[in-house]
C-alpha cells in the first residue's frame, strides 16, 4: 500500500511509519519542514509542506491508499492553555484534518485513519475524576478542537478509523495494544510504538472502518 502520515515525526506517527515500512509498504511522511532524519530512512518520501494550506495537503493525498492523521501541538500543555502555542496553530487537528478530508474526497481516497484522544467523543463520560479535572482546566481548547475534529472525521463519508489512546508514554514496548469499540481499558497507560502499530494496522485492516477505538496497555 501507500501510506501518507500527516505527524509522522511524533512519537506514535513515527511508530506507525516504522511498522508499516517493517511491513512492505511504502509511506509517504508529510512535514512542516525539509527533514533531518530523511537520510537514515530512503524508503520513506518525504513532503514538505504545511496542513494549514489545502493546496499542500492535496498534493500530498494524491496517489495514496490511506492516510494517517496523527496532528497535535507537542508543546508543554500549561504553556498552551496560558500563552497559546508557539509554533502550531489551536486549531490544527480540525483544520488540518478537515483539509486532509477535503483532499481525500476530491482524490478519491476512501481510508482515513485519525488519532485523537480517549475521553473525546463516545468516551467522553468514560473519564476519571482527576482526568476529566485536567482535561477542563489544562486542556480545555485543545480538547474543544479535538471534538470539532472527531464530527468532522464522523460526517466525511470516508472509510474512517478513530484511534482514541489513553495516556501516552515513551516505553519501549511495541506489541500490539488491548483495543476497544466499546469504550473498555486495561492499563491506563499505552506506548507511543503500540500505538503505532495499530495505527498501521487500521490503515490495512477493514475491521474497524467506521468505529472509534479506544486503545490502551495490555494487562
Same mark, same amino acid.
Given at each position: /500500500?501507500?501510506? +501518507?502520515?500527516?505527524?509522522?515525526?511524533?512519537?506514535?506517527? $513515527?511508530?506507525?511509519?516504522?511498522?508499516? !515500512?517493517?511491513?512492505?509498504?511504502?509511506?509517504?511522511?508529510?512535514?512542516?519542514?525539509?527533514?533531518?532524519?530523511?537520510?537514515?530512512?530512503?524508503? %520513506?518520501?518525504?513532503?514538505?509542506?504545511?496542513? /494549514?494550506?489545502?493546496?499542500?495537503?492535496?498534493?500530498?493525498?494524491?496517489?495514496?491508499?490511506?492516510?494517517?492523521?496523527? !496532528?497535535?501541538?507537542?508543546?508543554?500543555? +500549561?504553556? %498552551?492553555?496560558?500563552?497559546?502555542?508557539?509554533?502550531?496553530?489551536?486549531?490544527?487537528?480540525?483544520?488540518?484534518?478537515?483539509?486532509?478530508?477535503?483532499? /481525500?474526497?476530491?482524490?478519491?481516497?476512501?481510508? !482515513?485513519?485519525?488519532?485523537?484522544?480517549?475521553?473525546?467523543?463516545?468516551? $467522553?463520560?468514560?473519564?476519571?475524576?482527576?482526568?476529566?479535572?485536567?482535561?477542563?482546566?489544562?486542556?480545555?481548547?485543545?480538547?474543544?478542537?479535538?471534538?470539532?475534529?472527531?464530527?468532522? %472525521? !464522523?460526517?466525511?463519508?470516508?472509510?474512517?478509523?478513530?484511534?482514541?489512546?489513553?495516556?501516552?508514554?515513551?516505553?519501549?514496548?511495541?506489541? /500490539?495494544?488491548?483495543?476497544?469499540?466499546?469504550?473498555?481499558?486495561?492499563? +491506563?497507560? %499505552?506506548?507511543?510504538?503500540?500505538?503505532?502499530?495499530? +495505527?498501521?494496522?487500521?490503515?490495512?485492516?477493514?475491521?474497524?472502518?467506521?468505529?472509534?477505538?479506544?486503545?490502551?496497555?495490555?494487562?
Amino acid at each position: /500500500m501507500k501510506v +501518507l502520515i500527516f505527524g509522522a515525526t511524533g512519537g506514535s506517527g $513515527r511508530a506507525a511509519m516504522e511498522h508499516l !515500512l517493517s511491513q512492505g509498504h511504502e509511506v509517504t511522511a508529510f512535514t512542516r519542514a525539509p527533514n533531518a532524519d530523511a537520510a537514515a530512512t530512503p524508503r %520513506v518520501r518525504y513532503v514538505t509542506g504545511d496542513v /494549514m494550506n489545502p493546496s499542500d495537503v492535496e498534493l500530498a493525498v494524491t496517489g495514496q491508499d490511506a492516510v494517517i492523521v496523527t !496532528l497535535g501541538i507537542r508543546e508543554n500543555p +500549561l504553556r %498552551v492553555r496560558f500563552f497559546g502555542p508557539a509554533r502550531t496553530p489551536m486549531d490544527v487537528r480540525s483544520a488540518g484534518t478537515r483539509h486532509v478530508i477535503e483532499a /481525500m474526497q476530491k482524490q478519491g481516497v476512501r481510508k !482515513l485513519v485519525v488519532q485523537t484522544s480517549y475521553g473525546v467523543g463516545e468516551t $467522553r463520560d468514560r473519564l476519571s475524576f482527576v482526568d476529566k479535572l485536567f482535561f477542563d482546566l489544562i486542556l480545555k481548547p485543545q480538547i474543544a478542537d479535538t471534538e470539532k475534529q472527531e464530527t468532522d %472525521v !464522523l460526517g466525511s463519508g470516508l472509510d474512517w478509523v478513530i484511534v482514541q489512546p489513553v495516556h501516552l508514554t515513551d516505553a519501549a514496548d511495541s506489541d /500490539m495494544p488491548f483495543v476497544s469499540t466499546a469504550g473498555e481499558t486495561l492499563k +491506563l497507560k %499505552v506506548s507511543r510504538n503500540s500505538v503505532g502499530r495499530f +495505527l498501521a494496522h487500521s490503515a490495512q485492516t477493514p475491521d474497524y472502518v467506521r468505529k472509534s477505538v479506544s486503545v490502551s496497555g495490555q494487562a
